[in-house]
T-cell receptor
Framework: GENVEQHPSTLSVQEGDSAVIKCTYS??????FPWYKQELGKRPQLIID?????GEKKDQRIAVTLNKTAKHFSLHITETQPEDSAVYFC??????????????FGQGTTLQVKP | EPEVTQTPSHQVTQMGQEVILRCVPI?????FYWYRQILGQKVEFLVS????????KSEIFDDQFSVERPDGSNFTLKIRSTKLEDSAMYFC??????????????FGEGSRLTVL
């Protein structure tokens, strides 16, 4: 079935360094790949997303890259700040006829940015 | 900015009791979802709802679970006879559907269910 794998499970960086989180997906029909940030006890919130007709998307310090052939996508955060500390989830969604846009989430990456 | 709202924020119940979790999706959205997150784990899909019926459900969503949209605004998740393993944060989400079959899901703040 559909599956999304995410690595690493934890990531610790110094403030100002870059952080990279990687995900792979199993369903070749997946065409929408969002990244959600979840602070402790809060709801997941979208930070960036990409569709399969695009290879890269950037929004200030955050970028996402997509390799459809290899079925993997990555989140890049540059110049990390302590407020970036949170759990980050990747997800994938498909347009199969039986699917109504559900997201399949990865296992999550706990990012710690040390001041 | 419109938000998905959920009640209660936290519910403690005894094993075997029925629980109803309530959600008010964003008003012009067409697709509704329930997800759950066991403490420290990933967010898991339970069910999607569209056009007043279940459109897809996961293996987790067994006969103990049901969803309903009793009026034009509320979307509820009922667990008929709770088990210890139902303890989790339950998130409601909605999506506009204006960009086709995929797009951003907006999540509520969650309802934490504790089964004793």
């Amino acid at each position: 079935g559909e599956n999304v794998e995410q690595h690493p499970s934890t990531l610790s960086v110094q403030e100002g360094d870059s952080a990279v989180i990687k995900c792979t997906y199993s369903d070749s029909a997946s065409n929408y790949f969002p990244w959600y940030k979840q602070e402790l006890g809060k709801r997941p919130q979208l930070i960036i997303d990409i569709r399969s007709n695009v290879g890269e998307k950037k929004d200030q310090r955050i970028a996402v890259t997509l390799n459809k052939t290899a079925k993997h996508f990555s989140l890049h955060i540059t110049e990390t700040q302590p407020e970036d500390s949170a759990v980050y989830f990747c997800a994938a969604s498909t347009t199969r006829s039986s699917n109504t846009g559900k997201l399949i989430f990865g296992q999550g990456t706990t990012l710690q940015v040390k001041p | 900015e419109p938000e998905v709202t959920q009640t209660p924020s936290h519910q403690v119940t005894q094993m075997g009791q029925e629980v109803i979790l309530r959600c008010v999706p964003i008003s012009n959205h067409l697709y509704f979802y329930w997800y759950r997150q066991i403490l420290g784990q990933k967010v898991e899909f339970l069910v999607s709802f569209y056009n007043n019926e279940i459109s897809e459900k996961s293996e987790i969503f067994d006969d103990q679970f049901s969803v309903e949209r009793p009026d034009g605004s509320n979307f509820t998740l009922k667990i008929r006879s709770t088990k210890l393993e139902d303890s989790a944060m339950y998130f409601c989400a909605s999506r506009s559907g204006h960009r086709g079959r995929t797009g951003e899901l907006f999540f509520g703040e969650g309802s934490r269910l504790t089964v004793l």
